[in-house]
């Protein structure tokens, strides 16, 4: 691809938190021109209407969604929709030659049964879903760079599995014995006005919720047990933290050698992840804080050993709408594309 040439991109579900980060990282990217916002609800209206801090940024006008119309005009598309909506689209716009990256769960899963029993609908696209790559780049670069379908994760399953993938990978901790706890800011929740969500209601609190049932689960065990070996089962609870963005990801997992010191765990971290310029591993002692990814598509990763318990302690930093989400996408489209994966991507959050 010559350096001249743009991409045409298109998103649709631009209205939410997911597609606002898309437009901005889209637009500073030097290989991206985005051509198409599309949404039901929003459908004729500017999207500075939306967006009034982005007025100078874009004039695009958001689009009722039209698959024809899309793969008209975009060579990729993202899917930034609400679970169970994506794959009623994504097969088309393959058949149409896009490349299609999915920011909700509908391709996150290789077994549909397992995305039915959690989420529901009636899913007859089993061929599509047999060819999506799960796209956590760090684990799955080699197929994601073949890809025509990604289906990227969520952005709990991002930070836990960048925990926990040295650990099951290497067998190094006794199966089904992972906790996962962790927390999110409240843009993880999307833009929805809910009650819980209110100002008033989660500032100043820390509350757990989705507790043994959460969806995200399934989409964690499936990706460790892919990494295991073997099927494995965690514990996750995730939190409602009074913050705006950040997930922070602490987990605990019973060693199989008690032998083993911290600065064994930060020597073999950071020899997992020595080709993963969007993960680092901090000095032994050194755990990281959401601040210091928010706005960046960094993962921060702490380790540390208990030996009264023979535990490791993993404690992971993500931006959720960045390595979480949005940028986490691009940088599946930047191997996609046979880019650089930090291309257009920002590794400075901001900070204090």
Known sequence: MGELESVRVGIVGASGYGGVQLVRLIRDHPQLDLVYLGGDSSAGKPFSDLYPHLSHATDLIIESVDVDTIADRCQVVFLS?????????????????????????????????????????????????????????????????????????????????????????????????????????????GRQAKTNLLLAEADNSVAAYGVARHRHTPEIESIGSDLAGQDILVQFTPHLMPMVRGILSTVYATLRDPGLVREDLVTIYTAFYRNSPWVRVLPAGVYPQTKWAMNSNMCYLGVEIDPRTDRAIVISAIDNLLKGQAGQAIQCLNIMMGWDETLGLPELGFYP
């Open 81 to 189: 929709l609400p679970n169970g909506l994506a794959y009623q689209m994504a097969p088309r716009l393959l058949e149409k030659g896009c490349k299609v990256l999915d920011l909700s769960a509908d391709y996150r899963f290789s077994n549909l049964e397992t995305y039915k029993n959690w989420y529901g609908g009636d899913r007859a696209d089993a061929e599509t879903a047999a060819v999506a790559v799960y796209g956590l780049p760090e684990l799955y670069r080699d197929r994601i760079k073949d890809a025509q379908l990604v289906g990227c994760p969520g952005c709990y399953p991002t930070a836990s599995i960048l925990a926990l993938a040295p650990l099951l990978k290497q067998g190094m901790i006794v199966p089904n014995s992972a906790i996962i706890d962790a927390k999110s800011g409240i843009s993880g929740a």
